[in-house]
């Protein structure tokens, strides 16, 4: 049940990745083999990171242990940015190409999205505290995540809307789209903004240039962190297609698989 | 052969309408699409208007999908479904308009003589509306709107007319005009879908019934 | 040809439906006054603190005109069926839709550019802010026009949605809103515009070639449920 | 006992058809968070002046947010014809229509006073400042509800209605407002609130008896059209 | 005598739609308004219900005005108009349990046996629509919606149905079981008005005519 009218006949090469990328089947069978894979390296990344953030970095000369929460933050903030990105170019390959995974990535992304998003937020206030005796200022790039927030749970919202799921992530697609403007505004409204206003973080944590023992451990975790989120996308994907295809004649042999 | 549909198939909610639906159209037929409340005839008008798409097969125009036609297959027919599609807020007359503009010069038959080219105003006239050309159609009844929203089939040179219960609201009289307006329409070489709970008072070899039973 | 008198017959039409509604041209204008003047009654009338967010309030009123505004573009016409008649008829979409978006301007935006300075003056901005103020919503307007259009494109079918348009459209709002407050901040403390003016007509670049696809492929969708 | 049971009747209908809508709960509470957003983006982030004006944004987006949700109140069921029935029907319509805000106000509006608090911290406001906001909004919010109900059933029968009701709501709002954001900023200079607190409990009494009695009147005028 | 109407006037925009209009209806009888497209039936019947004032003339119920009677007399009478009043995003079942709650215990027919007061699932079976119960109405087709529409009349005990096209989107089977409903009804004592443009298949001296011609 592969949908190929509009297949593009260019290259032999692309025809065949474009047919096994539409492929329910074969992509449901390749990311079972590969979960495994990306689980142990997640554990890696992790722990080394761990180990190396909290036991080897040296505590910060004007934070104490405090700026440790960064080894959270940080990673989260990175990977809240790139969920959105990689959700925006699975919508305009859905759009495109009508590729039915495509639209399942993009759906399964902005939840994910969302989740990263909020603990930059989180973790950020929480460490605002200490650094600025306040949970939170109204800076430009505190404000600008919170915007990202949003539109992550705009595509949640429009998507939840929409009774039928195909079209809902057509729908869902042309929104990401549209939504990709804010992320150079988010990246740069700092320092947009600080043409008339001090910005509070900014300033103060980039004088200290990072210290090479600190920079390794927060490297591991950004990865330990992409990682992880190659893995949460992959079984939400693999979640959707199950529920979108259960119909189909492959389900109900998995299924019997399963039991057998 | 104008319009053929190969293998079609729908699933509503887990629930298949129809499957390995198949039938062709010729110029100059009426197909009326029957079947019991729910049976799934709207949803098959939507799918041959290109409103839907389909779960499975292919409508065909002129051998080509509808699909590639994209605009050009727009041209070929026009569709009325169970809402009117007309503008409270613009008069009669300006509806007409409207729908003449948007329109744009339906492929199909050219206007040979004055009497198959007609004018807004004549058009009113034949649809029982005459006077009300300068009315909104919000102080309309029911049925009225209904006369005034079938006003396009006559403005438009079309081939194809596909129709959702066009019937509806109208009195005795308005249903006996529209059977004359359509079996005027096939006469010179148009076709038809439509879906009806009422008799349809034409007969002929030309009329095929095509009856959904999910 | 053909095109072009469509698209000039839905923007007359739209115009004419506008103007039987003679109260919906000034309500945008009733509504953006409004709201300028709930934040005097709320934050209270000192001039000073007043025309320091003066720019911002002007902007935030705006936004929030333009989303109200935006909600009556397709309503309408989805339920009348119009619009599915508009999907379905051969004249190109995006086109059609700019006419919609155009007569939708026209009428809910340009009210507000005029008076825009009358409120701009009661905040105790100077002249050359008030040039600037005007020169931003006169580009960032036709964004928030465009930009809303696809939100309520993409809604239309749902029922209840004037809160989900919100989420959707505001977001996607905020770069007008920053620029444009922002350039008449920047103007009140004399300092040059040109950067943030320059980022505006980009937007509008954007939004005039680019949401018109966007718009029509949304209606499409919305249309076919 | 017949009237009660019609009327828990209705409130639970309205409350079921809100979560069946999940996202629509949650949607008065983004709104009401995205449009407190606007104003550090449009003024800046200024601490202090954010505290200063913090009283007034958060009831404007408080009045903004009730007049967005109103406008759900009647529209559906004017549409779908289930207001025609509830008007036929022998039960009191200003009791049903009771029911109809009271859930109406649970869902919309209660959300909105647990995600106050949080907003009010982030515009740096004490904790004594936040317990005054907190209840005013608690005397307030029901008061809009109200008195929005009331608009929206004027205008129910209207298609294009949005500005409309802004136009004829917002300015009831006002007393609301003033005493509201007055309260909040009193309680944050330190000085005594029961005045105004009075007052507010003066209009939510005033807008409970009264009201409905004016929405049932307004909806049997809107579906007679 | 359970209605009567007299000398009622009625004019839409300038236009008199009917003037002088006198009629009455007894228990077990049936009103069929009849006339044309735009010739006042709604309008009469919206009047009839209350929901209209009229320009001149009276409704009386058991010899005193409607507007007398108040909410007692919205005891008397289901109504269903153009619009279903049914609620999309109720399920059938719980729009089925949302009427009879709103109808209250309709001054009527008291339940005498278990068969005159019907379950909400009986109802939803004779109406065709069994195994609905639990589906969102927003999924129905039209026809589907209107049977739900319908299931009103099962539920409520009202001695008066006031019925605009109540036949609107209904099949063959779907008329024929509106008809035999109406005929119980009327057969226990209850009476009814309606318009329709179908033909309706009752017979009887019971049954009177109402043509209204503008
Ligand atoms: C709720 C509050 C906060 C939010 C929403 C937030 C958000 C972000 C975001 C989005 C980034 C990534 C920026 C980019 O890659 O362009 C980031 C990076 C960072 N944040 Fe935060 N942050 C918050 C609070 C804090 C605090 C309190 C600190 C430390 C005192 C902090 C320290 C950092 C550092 C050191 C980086 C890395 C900077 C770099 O990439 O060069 N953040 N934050
Ligand atoms: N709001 C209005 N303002 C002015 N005139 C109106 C309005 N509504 C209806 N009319 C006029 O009243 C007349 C009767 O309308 P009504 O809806 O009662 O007709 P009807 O007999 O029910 O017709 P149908 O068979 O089409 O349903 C029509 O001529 C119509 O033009
Ligand atoms: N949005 C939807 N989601 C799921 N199922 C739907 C939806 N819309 C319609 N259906 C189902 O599809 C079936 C066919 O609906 P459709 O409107 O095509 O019927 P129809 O033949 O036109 O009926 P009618 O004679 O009543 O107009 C129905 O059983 C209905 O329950
Ligand atoms: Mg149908
Ligand atoms: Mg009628």
Not at chain 1, 9 to 32: D, E, T
Not at chain 1, 67 to 76: E, K, Q, T
Not at chain 1, 84 to 102: D, F, T
Request: proline fraction near 4%.
């Amino acid at each position: 049940m592969i949908k190929t009218e509009a297949a593009p006949s260019n290259s032999g090469l692309f025809k065949l990745w474009y047919h096994r990328m539409a492929s329910p089947v074969w992509f449901y069978r390749i990311s079972g083999k590969l979960l495994p894979w990306l689980w142990a390296l997640f554990a890696v990344l992790l722990v080394t990171g761990l180990y190396g953030g909290l036991v080897t970095a040296p505590a910060d000369y004007q934070q104490g242990d405090s700026f440790r929460i960064i080894y959270v933050h940080v990673p989260a903030a990175w990977l809240s940015m790139f969920v959105y990105m990689v959700m925006a170019v699975s919508g305009a390959i859905a759009l495109i190409w009508r590729i039915k995974l495509a639209e399942m990535v993009l759906v399964s992304c902005a939840p994910i999205g969302a989740s990263f998003t909020f603990i930059a937020l989180v973790t950020g206030s929480l460490w605002g505290k200490p650094m600025w005796g306040t949970w939170w200022v109204w800076d430009a790039r505190m404000t600008s995540e919170l915007i990202l927030l949003f539109l992550y749970l705009g595509v949640i919202g429009l998507y939840s809307a929409i009774e039928d799921k195909r079209m809902a992530s057509r729908a869902v697609a042309i929104l990401a789209l549209v939504g990709i403007v804010n992320i150079p505004i988010i990246h740069y409204s700092v320092e947009w903004w600080n043409t008339l206003h001090q910005g509070a973080t900014v300033t103060k944590f980039d004088k200290p240039s990072i210290h090479i023992d600190m920079l390794i451990p927060l490297l591991l975790m950004a990865g330990a962190f992409k990682v992880f989120f190659a893995i949460s996308l992959l079984l939400r994907t693999r979640n959707e297609l199950l529920e979108r295809e259960l119909p189909r004649k492959w389900v109900k042999q998995l299924v019997e698989e399963n039991d057998g | 052969m104008l319009l053929e549909v190969v293998g079609l198939h729908c699933t509503r909610g887990y629930r298949a309408l129809f499957s390995e639906l198949a039938f062709t159209l010729e110029a100059g037929q009426l197909l009326l699409v029957e079947g019991h409340n729910g049976s799934g005839k709207t949803t098959l008008l939507k799918m041959l208007a290109g409103l839907r798409e389909a779960d499975d097969g292919q409508v065909l125009w002129d051998k080509q999908p509808i699909q590639a036609w994209g605009a050009e297959y727009r041209q070929q027919f026009v569709w009325l479904g169970h809402s009117n599609g007309i503008k409270d807020d613009l008069t009669a007359l300006e509806n007409l308009h409207m729908m003449q503009a948007l329109g744009g010069e339906q492929a199909g038959f050219p206007c040979r003589d004055a009497k198959s080219c007609v004018s807004t105003s004549t058009v009113l006239e034949r649809m029982g509306l005459a006077g009300n050309g300068h009315r909104f159609p919000r102080h309309f009844s029911a049925g009225m709107k209904r006369r005034l929203a079938l006003s396009r089939l006559l403005l438009s040179s079309a081939r194809l007319w596909i129709l959702d219960e066009p019937q509806a609201a109208l009195d005795r009289a308005g249903i006996q005009m529209f059977e004359s307006m359509l079996s005027e329409h096939l006469q010179r070489g148009g076709s038809a879908i439509m879906t009806s709970h009422h008799e349809v008072g034409l007969r002929g070899p030309h009329i095929q019934r095509l009856v959904l039973a999910a | 040809m053909q095109e072009t008198n469509a698209f000039t017959t839905l923007l007359k039409r739209d115009f004419m439906v506008a103007f039987r509604h003679r109260n919906e041209i000034f309500n945008p204008l009733l509504f953006f006054s409004l709201v300028t003047l709930l934040f005097p009654l709320g934050i209270g009338p000192s001039p000073t603190l007043l025309q320091t967010i003066a720019p911002g309030i002007l902007w935030v009123a705006a936004l929030l005109a333009a989303l109200l505004a935006a909600d009556n573009l397709f309503r309408t016409d989805y339920e009348d069926g119009t619009l599915e008649q508009l999907v379905l008829s051969p004249q190109p979409l995006p086109l059609m839709v700019t006419a919609k978006v155009l007569a939708h301007w026209l009428v809910s935006a340009v009210p507000l550019l005029l008076l825009a300075p009358v409120l701009a003056v009661s905040f105790g901005l100077d002249a050359h802010a008030i040039g600037v103020a005007e020169l931003t919503l006169l580009l960032g307007t036709p964004v928030l026009s465009f930009v809303g259009a696809i939100g309520v494109a993409l809604t239309v079918s749902l029922k209840r949605s004037g809160m989900l348009l919100a989420l959707l459209v505001l977001p996607l709002y905020v770069p007008v809103l920053i620029f444009g407050s922002n350039a008449i901040d920047t103007a009140a403390a004399g300092l040059p515009v040109s950067g943030q003016l320059y980022l505006l007509a980009a937007l509008l670049v954007l939004a005039v070639t680019l949401a018109p696809v966007a718009i029509a492929a949304a209606l499409r969708m919305s249309v076919s449920q």
